[in-house]
């Protein structure tokens, strides 16, 4: 449960990006559809997989790893594209000074700027990628429905052969994305303040139950506390 006596948080969702910049959400282990940048503001984090634990301020975590992330005080978490070169860049390094970037410009964890907020972490643009994917996920944000039968036809591959191809770009199963892509259209949704409902159905899940449940499945938190958080 977020620590609702900690700075207010914001969530920002910009295409196929979001961040979150606030405080701890203390979640137990799970994995997440894209890889994700963490960053201790305030204080070093504990993480946690199947390796061990390790203590740090700034962290990559690959799509589908399992983890547990412990920390005080405020966190930013950057979800990155999973069809972008962000994640294949970053593993050559993170900055070593990306702490200390986000601390040296406060006004852009509240300025609500997501391109600004991913331009401080020195993330590259867009990459080219296999075109009938990409061409699948255009799809895909605009019909959060197509199946994965749908979405092979769109490529012209196999459904078996297709899923094989768009977890080699994404790094993470097809519907596991898509799912990431139906939480991210409701969750903006609700931001702009529609119900749970209203954001579950916008964005194809049969209700707000449904929602409630894919989100607390990829994120082992349940999206009223995550907007309680944000409403504080």
């Given amino acids: 449960m977020p620590d609702l006596c900690s700075p207010r948080a914001i969530v920002l969702i910009c295409g196929a990006r ?124 605009a019909e959060l429905s197509l199946s994965t039968a749908s979405a092979a036809r769109l490529t012209g591959l196999s459904p078996s052969r297709f899923q094989v191809v768009f977890r080699r770009e994404a790094g993470a199963p097809y519907r596991r994305y898509r799912t990431w892509r139906r939480m991210a259209a409701a969750l903006s949704a609700a931001v702009a303040g529609r119900s749970l409902t209203e954001a579950a159905h916008a964005a194809h899940f049969a209700s707000s139950a449904h929602f409630s449940a894919a989100f607390r499945g990829m994120f082992c938190l349940s999206p009223s506390h995550l907007l309680a958080s944000l409403e504080r």
């Avoid at 979001?18 to 960053?39: D, Q």
């Fill in 18 to 141: 979001a961040a979150y910049v606030g405080p701890s959400l203390r979640l137990t282990a799970h994995r997440n559809a894209v890889a994700v940048v963490a960053v201790g503001l305030d204080a070093p984090f504990a993480l946690t997989d199947e390796h061990g634990a390790e203590r740090t301020d700034v962290a990559l975590i690959a799509p589908g790893r399992k983890t547990r992330l412990e920390g005080e005080g405020r966190l930013v978490f950057l979800y990155l594209d999973a069809f972008s070169s962000d994640h294949q860049a970053l593993r050559r390094g993170l900055p070593a000074d990306l702490r200390t970037r986000f601390e040296a410009r406060p006004e852009v964890l509240d300025s609500g700027d997501a391109a600004e907020l991913f331009g401080l972490a020195g993330l590259p643009l867009r990459g080219a990628r296999d075109h009938r994917i990409t061409a699948a996920v255009r799809r895909l944000d």
